[in-house]
């Protein structure tokens, strides 16, 4: 059974930073699509970023390119989401997500491909 769980969303003021932490585990093969995605109050779930456990390739929403990183840990079912200079708008619940579906590229992922995803960890900015 695949199970997802993330952990280390807190409130933090706009500037400051954070990591989340998704694991990953009931997976057979070590080649599959992790990402991150969110939801704010009152609005459609969000792609944040994406990335193939494979070759660690990683792709990101507009929004919050040079401001997030994806990365893997040690073992490739573990992944970090750094959120650096974070800004209000990134007031949200965020999802790790993860599928197989190689029809579907990694990059291109977006929130109803993802299979499986996690219960949600709340990230609040405050001004």
């Known amino acids: 059974q695949v199970r997802l769980v993330e952990s280390g969303g807190r409130s933090v003021q706009a500037g400051g930073s954070l990591r989340l932490s998704c694991i990953a585990s009931?997976?057979?093969?070590?080649?599959?699509?992790m990402g991150w995605f969110r939801q704010g109050p009152g609005k459609e779930p969000e792609g944040v970023a994406t990335?193939?456990?494979?070759?660690?390739?990683?792709d990101y929403t507009d929004s919050v390119k040079g401001r997030f990183t994806i990365s893997q840990g040690n073992s490739k079912t573990t992944v970090y989401l750094d959120l650096n200079s974070l800004k209000p708008e990134d007031t949200a619940m965020y999802y790790c997500?993860?599928?197989?579906?190689?029809?579907?590229?990694?990059?291109?992922?977006?929130?109803?491909?993802?299979?499986?995803r996690g219960q949600g960890t709340q990230v609040t900015v405050s001004s």
């Open positions: 990335l193939f456990t494979g070759t660690g390739y990683a």
């Open positions: 997500a993860a599928h197989e579906d190689r029809d579907i590229p990694c990059y291109a992922a977006e929130p109803p491909h993802f299979s499986n």
């Open positions: 009931g997976y057979t093969s070590s080649n599959f699509c």
